[in-house]
């Protein structure tokens, strides 16, 4: 597999690009019944993710909480989420999830974003990103955002390369005495 690597020497961020990867992707909808793929892909991700960001009791938590397939089904159903699925040659590799008009803000907001950690780098979430930003932009937004755990520094990175912005910082209480200590971030599209 021929590719390139680009790395920024401000802030140490790399990016991994293999042409042909991004010739065998493809970014569809989810239908109801592959909600058990976002769930399998968020069972290998969230750990890998957040193990030295959160303790294992708050992933499992948040895993419950969020991935459950009825909380899936009631994200799609009742709180109006869209799954896109990125697939490679017929493996399921990531998700991302948005919502129009996201408490009536005017904006779109990716509510998930994750990749199995051997596709991170290679531009999966950059094309998921920019789904959503060709659907934001039909749909006559100019804006989408999203949260990320302002210890999750790849991630944050990752968003920055993207045109992010930090648009404003949140603690969010959860149950249990946990918390989501997110960083608001923003793009203009």
């Given at each position: 597999?021929?590719?390139?690597?680009?790395?920024?020497?401000?802030?140490?961020f790399s990016f991994?690009?293999?042409?042909?990867s991004q010739y065998?992707?493809?970014?569809?909808?989810?239908?109801?019944?592959?909600?058990?793929?976002?769930?399998?892909?968020?069972?290998?991700?969230?750990?890998?993710?957040?193990?030295?960001i959160l303790t294992?009791?708050?992933?499992?938590?948040?895993?419950?909480?969020?991935?459950?397939?009825?909380?899936?089904?009631?994200?799609?159903?009742?709180?109006?989420?869209?799954?896109?699925?990125?697939?490679?040659?017929?493996?399921?590799?990531?998700?991302?999830?948005?919502?129009?008009?996201?408490?009536?803000?005017?904006?779109?907001?990716?509510?998930?974003?994750?990749?199995?950690?051997?596709?991170?780098?290679?531009?999966?979430?950059?094309?998921?990103?920019?789904?959503?930003?060709?659907?934001?932009?039909?749909?006559?937004?100019?804006?989408?955002?999203?949260?990320?755990?302002?210890?999750?520094?790849?991630?944050?990175?990752?968003?920055?390369?993207?045109?992010?912005?930090?648009?404003?910082?949140?603690?969010?209480?959860?149950?249990?005495?946990?918390?989501?200590?997110?960083?608001?971030?923003?793009?203009?599209?």
């Amino acid at each position: 597999m021929k590719g390139f690597c680009f790395q920024n020497p401000e802030n140490g961020f790399s990016f991994k690009h293999h042409l042909f990867s991004q010739y065998m992707l493809k970014i569809y909808q989810a239908t109801e019944s592959q909600l058990i793929e976002v769930q399998k892909i968020a069972q290998i991700t969230w750990p890998h993710t957040f193990k030295d960001i959160l303790t294992s009791s708050q992933i499992e938590y948040m895993m419950d909480w969020m991935y459950s397939l009825e909380s899936l089904n009631s994200q799609v159903k009742d709180k109006n989420h869209v799954f896109l699925l990125a697939e490679e040659n017929e493996k399921y590799i990531g998700y991302c999830s948005y919502e129009l008009n996201c408490a009536n803000s005017g904006k779109v907001k990716i509510h998930k974003i994750y990749l199995l950690p051997d596709v991170q780098g290679q531009g999966v979430g950059k094309r998921l990103i920019s789904e959503v930003e060709k659907i934001a932009k039909a749909n006559l937004f100019d804006a989408i955002y999203l949260n990320v755990n302002r210890f999750n520094n790849q991630a944050l990175q990752a968003y920055l390369a993207l045109g992010f912005y930090e648009a404003k910082r949140e603690v969010i209480a959860l149950e249990n005495g946990f918390v989501m200590d997110d960083i608001v971030m923003e793009k203009k599209i």
